[in-house]
């Protein structure tokens, strides 16, 4: 009572306190309380390809991702939960619970660091980078820096996943934000607050999403494969 908080949102936030939470708010003109269904189906879609492409970034950092098909990145979105929306437009939670997992990614050497935690403070460090550029006006820079990073942290992938949460018709934008686990501190250098990606941003996230997909670059790793037969 003294805070001025509801009862209900206390109990809701006690309920996720191992979780961190992603919550996608979809707003415009007009009226904001129902979306196009083919939209919304869309949108949920759109969230599983983003928290794929983050996942995929920590385990193997790159600007395109050939495919999303990391067993890790696979069973993220299988422990994750859909929860109750929210008031306020149209909102998508996300939970993510932070000891889910025992995987480490390539991104830190910090063993201490969840994996769950890599991929959403990686996440909200991304949205930061590719909004900042495009308010100051230097997104060919960004996307040359990204190109010559050895561990770029925007992919075509994710920037592919935020241009599906955006309708032509709806004319929507688009709020994120984290509400990190208290259960481990989030480091210094990870960004704080909400991501505002405003209608006219989805069009510049597009142009960012087809230059980085067509950087063809070879990668040298180890391949192991099996014989099934030898003929001859």
């Not at 920590?58 to 859909?82: C, M, N, W, Y």
């Not at 306020?88 to 889910?100: D, L, T, Y």
């Not at 820096?145 to 004319?171: F, I």
Request: charged share 25%; net charge negative.
């Amino acid at each position: 009572e003294l805070a001025g908080i509801a009862k209900t949102s206390v109990i809701q936030k006690v309920g996720c306190v191992k979780d961190d939470v992603l919550r996608f708010r979809v707003f415009h003109d007009g009226n904001d309380s129902a979306l196009p269904l083919a939209f919304a189906a869309s949108f949920v879609s759109s969230t599983e390809r983003l928290i794929k492409s983050a996942a995929s970034t920590v385990l193997r950092p790159r600007v395109h991702h050939p495919r999303l098909g990391f067993s890790e990145a696979i069973q993220l979105v299988e422990k994750s939960r859909f929860g109750q929306t929210e008031n306020g437009s149209f909102v998508i939670r996300v939970e993510c619970p932070i000891n889910a997992m025992e995987v480490q990614g390539s991104l830190t050497d910090d063993d201490d660091t969840p994996f769950v935690r890599q991929v959403t403070s990686t996440l909200q460090t991304a949205l930061f980078q590719l909004t900042s550029a495009i308010e100051a006006d230097q997104l060919d820079r960004l996307v040359d820096e990204l190109k010559q990073a050895a561990s770029p942290l925007v992919s075509s992938n994710l920037c592919e996943a935020l241009v599906g949460m955006h309708d032509d018709s709806v004319d929507n934008s688009l709020d994120v934000a984290i509400d990190w686990s208290p259960l481990k501190s989030v480091p210094s250098r990870v960004p704080h607050g909400r991501v505002r990606i405003q209608r006219d941003y989805f069009a510049r996230i597009d142009e960012v999403q087809r230059e980085l997909k067509s950087v063809e670059s070879h990668y040298e790793d180890t391949f192991v494969g099996t014989v099934e037969r030898l003929e001859g």
